[in-house]
């Protein structure tokens, strides 16, 4: 577990502020917390920080709440409890705790709700340096100070001198910026590969939306021309009198030069791909979950054809749906570890659908993988046999 990205406090008096909790572990229904507080002790001004520990349950509309609390003073003889905090936890809450004492230390108690970024000490030592002499930041981008970059560029982005400092980056070298830019990038893809590496068994699809929301780049790369998110969780048409039945597309892209839409349907890369048993000698059939993935992306495209002139009118952005490319993406061939026949029937039933590109989630990161080969230089880690379908 990290540390707090962000401290925020909420003065209840002069000599008094609760804190933001902090996570200590969780699951779906439960979770444990600890919740600072600020205090001014007068006797050992050091000992600035209290709080408790607090169990929490999902309420109605998934809200966390505390759970009921329990008076330890009508404890009886022979009765106790036990609180078990495991080593990782631990040491997570006294780095995440470093930071609330850090701000009492350099702020006191601020009268109000306010919010504090914490930061490592080579950070803090940087951004000093930098409100001490903006021109700073220009030498230590020239001079390679990647193992801090990311926290400064989260720094920039969230400091109120931002347009000094943006003229101070205007003082770099064309060249240097690029070599920033390609970092970045690299970084980026990485960490995307990592996160793959880390999920590929997770069958949650809300965490596979919102990871393909928040890295929209990464499905952009299965198309040739240049596409952006237009609408997640878009409303494609089709709800009765009784407004039910309304079909919503995972995920619409949107042409940057000709406004055309595609849709993308996206299931888990836990989503069974072909059956394990034979329907005729050596000959697979798809899965239901595979075949039923193409009826419902068909479906969502029949619906805004069908429902165009109506959604065109409603919507505040300007599209048009000019037989709207279909993508479903699902599976994953690598989790599945499918035999020879099984992998050929799977591709000559998706390779002959028409208006459908199926793409596995192993496949959708193969290319990722093949993007760093190429930034890097080095493709002797990709298959010469690699055929991806894009």
């Known amino acids: 577990m990290d540390s707090q990205s962000k401290i925020t406090t909420h003065s209840t008096s002069k000599d008094h502020a609760i804190c933001n909790d902090i996570l200590i572990r969780t699951n779906n229904i439960a979770r444990l917390i600890f919740r600072p507080e600020l205090v ?6 050091s000992a600035c920080v209290k709080g ?3 169990y929490q349950r999902k309420g109605q509309n998934e809200k966390w709440e505390d759970y009921k609390s329990f008076d330890l003073s009508k404890l009886k003889k022979g009765e106790w409890i036990q609180l078990e905090i495991h080593s990782s936890e631990i040491k997570h809450l006294i780095s995440s705790l470093e930071g609330n004492f850090k701000i009492f230390q350099k702020y006191g108690i601020q009268w109000g709700d306010n919010e504090y970024i914490p930061t490592s000490k080579d950070i803090a030592s940087i951004i000093e340096a930098i409100n001490k002499d903006p021109d700073f930041l220009v030498t230590l981008i020239q001079k390679g100070g990647l193992q801090v970059l990311p926290e400064v560029i989260k720094w920039l982005s969230e400091t109120k001198n931002s347009k000094e400092l943006i003229k101070k980056l205007q003082k ?3 060249t240097q910026l690029e070599k920033v ?3 970045i990038g690299i970084s980026k893809i990485k960490n995307i590969l990592d996160l ?3 999920n590929k068994r997770n069958s949650e699809e809300e965490f596979w939306q919102k990871t393909l929301e928040e ?3 990464v499905i952009s790369q299965l198309f040739s021309t240049p596409l952006v998110i237009f609408k997640d969780k878009a409303y494609m048409g089709g709800k009765g009198l009784e407004n039910k039945g ?3 597309a995972d995920f619409i892209y949107q042409n940057q030069l000709t406004d055309n839409l595609a849709i993308i349907e996206i299931k888990t890369p836990d989503t069974k791909l072909i059956e394990s048993t034979e329907y005729r000698d050596k000959i697979y059939p798809a899965s239901r979950d595979l075949s039923g993935g193409i009826i419902q992306v068909l479906k969502q495209k029949q619906n805004i054809l069908n429902n165009y002139y109506q959604l065109k009118v409603n919507s505040e952005k300007k599209f048009r749906a000019c037989n709207p490319r279909c993508i479903l993406i699902i ?4 989790n599945e570890e499918l035999i020879e026949e099984q992998i050929e029937s799977f591709d000559n039933f998706r390779n002959n659908i028409e208006n459908v590109n199926v793409i596995t989630f192993d496949e959708l990161f193969k290319k990722a993988e093949i993007l760093i080969a190429l930034f890097e230089g080095d493709l002797s880690e990709i298959k010469s046999d690699t055929n991806i379908p894009f």
């Open 40 to 45: 001014n002790n007068k006797k050992d001004p």
């Open 52 to 54: 408790t520990f607090i």
């Open 172 to 174: 770099l070298d064309v």
């Open 181 to 183: 830019h390609y970092l």
């Open 196 to 198: 793959w590496e880390e």
């Open 215 to 217: 890295n929209s780049w």
């Open 246 to 248: 309304g079909q919503i």
């Open 331 to 334: 599976g994953s061939l690598e």
